[in-house]
């Protein structure tokens, strides 16, 4: 018999006498098999295309596609846009002074984030930023060393306290206050503020204000003779280095002591707290008017990821989401109307964005924990889960929508766990 004699009949593999040999079961497996290679074949295909179609032969910027894979080739669910939701205080220029540097990320960088602000701010052990005051109220975290920390009451009470990493204080607008860098090596710091446009050139400067009076109503003022007010300063101090101030003890009891002590705390112990919530994938702390009254205006979520974990499919109601991003790699997607999708990464130093209502979530991509702050301008921090949403509606309702059968939807989490375990 010729070779084509021997091949008639035999279609994909199988011959008309294998095929009749075979039962039921056996042949929907064959079947089976046939369509998941042809499915693979296609989808390898597809891949590939994808690929070639996103290939660059000419020039790049490597190490930075490196550390951003999603936001330069962004997952095929991602779909429209929705604004600007990252920046990098890498990019920003720093005002550089004698005692330290500070940088930041505003509106202006950041054009998505009306709300909130933020300054990165380095002093040096004994350097000031010096007495001031602003129209925006002030959040911030330590993130590294430690500072000794002012402001004054309009009752004339004044509240002094020293801050260490993790440590968070508040200074409401208006109110006057400092910040010096303490041994052994001063100390950094993340400032947040309730205003979009916000500028650390746009406050209000003691050493300005007496360089722009009068000399004879600085006199009057002060009930002192001009002698006296020689050496005052005639332009901006800002960031200044000075000798290490006294103890904490000493500097209170040289104001006046209890006497003159604010009866509100302004600062808090964040990393001292217990975790607000945990689990395998990591923990939550959540510091908002609840547990730090004077923090009005700004409310704060303090995120550790581990490797593999997750914060869970969530939104936020009451506010737009500014991040800080302190340690590790992550990604987030945030999906807004109509169909619109934008997945981003994000390494240290970088600040992320997400608008009120926005769906989104934070995945750790990398082998150590992703460390971040969620910030709001807002009283308190609320959210809505997806998995708790699920959970609590009639099964039948969800398997109209997501065809997710009760098997199914049984493992999906009841409750909010807002970093999902491994």
């Keep these: 018999m010729s070779d084509e004699k021997k091949n008639k009949g035999v279609h994909d593999g199988f011959s008309r006498r294998s095929v009749l040999g075979l039962g039921s079961a056996a042949l ?3 079947a089976l098999a046939g369509l998941s290679a042809q499915g ?10 994808r690929d070639h179609s996103s290939s660059n032969p000419g020039q790049e910027n490597k190490p930075l596609l490196e550390q951003n894979p999603n936001s330069n080739t962004p997952p ?13 205080y890498d990019l920003t220029k720093k005002r550089i002074q004698e005692g330290g540097w500070t940088h930041q990320v505003t509106q202006r960088e950041l054009p998505s984030s009306t709300d909130l602000a933020g300054v990165n701010m380095r002093l040096t052990a004994g350097s000031f930023r010096e007495m001031h005051w602003h129209t925006a109220d002030e959040w911030s975290i330590m993130l590294y060393g430690n500072a000794r920390v002012t402001v004054l009451n309009p009752d004339g009470t004044i509240f002094i306290d020293d801050v260490s990493k993790g440590d968070l204080w508040y200074f409401p607008a208006g109110f006057p206050h400092s910040i010096q860098g303490l041994g052994p090596d001063g100390c950094e710091f993340l400032l947040v503020f309730d205003q979009g446009m916000f500028s650390e050139d746009g ?9 722009h009076t009068p000399p004879d109503v600085l006199s009057k003022n002060f009930g002192l003779p001009a002698s ?3 050496n005052l300063p005639t332009g901006s101090l800002y ?8 103890s904490l003890a ?10 003159v002590q604010s009866p509100i705390q302004y600062t808090f112990k964040m990393e001292a707290m217990a975790p607000t919530k945990r ?13 730090f009254p004077v923090s009005k205006n700004v409310a704060t979520a303090m995120n550790i990821i581990k490797p593999g974990g997750l914060r869970e499919l969530h939104w936020h109601p009451n506010a737009s989401e500014w991040q800080f991003y302190i340690a590790g790699k992550g990604r987030m997607t945030v999906f807004m109307p109509v169909g619109s999708a934008r997945t981003m990464d994000f390494n240290a130093n970088d600040v992320g964005f997400v608008p009120a209502n926005a769906g989104h979530y934070v995945e750790n991509t990398d082998d150590t924990d992703l460390v971040f702050l969620e910030l709001f301008k807002a009283s308190e921090v609320v959210d809505f889960s997806l998995n708790q949403w699920i959970r609590r509606v009639p099964p039948e309702m969800v398997y109209s929508h997501l065809k997710l059968d009760k098997n199914a939807l049984q493992t999906i989490p009841a409750e909010k766990l807002d970093i999902l375990p491994r």
């Design 203 to 211: 406050t209000f400067l003691i050493s300005e204000w007496m360089a």
């Design 76 to 88: 095929p669910t991602d779909s429209g846009d929705v604004g600007p939701i990252w920046y990098s």
């Design 279 to 291: 689990t395998t994938g990591g923990e939550i702390r959540i510091v908002d008017s609840h547990n």
């Design 228 to 230: 006296a007010l020689a």
């Design 239 to 246: 960031i200044f280095p000075a000798d290490l101030p006294k």
């Design 28 to 30: 929907a497996a064959a």
């Design 40 to 49: 693979q074949t296609r989808e390898g295909t597809q891949k590939a295309e």
């Design 250 to 259: 000493e500097d209170k009891a040289a104001v006046g002591g209890q006497n």
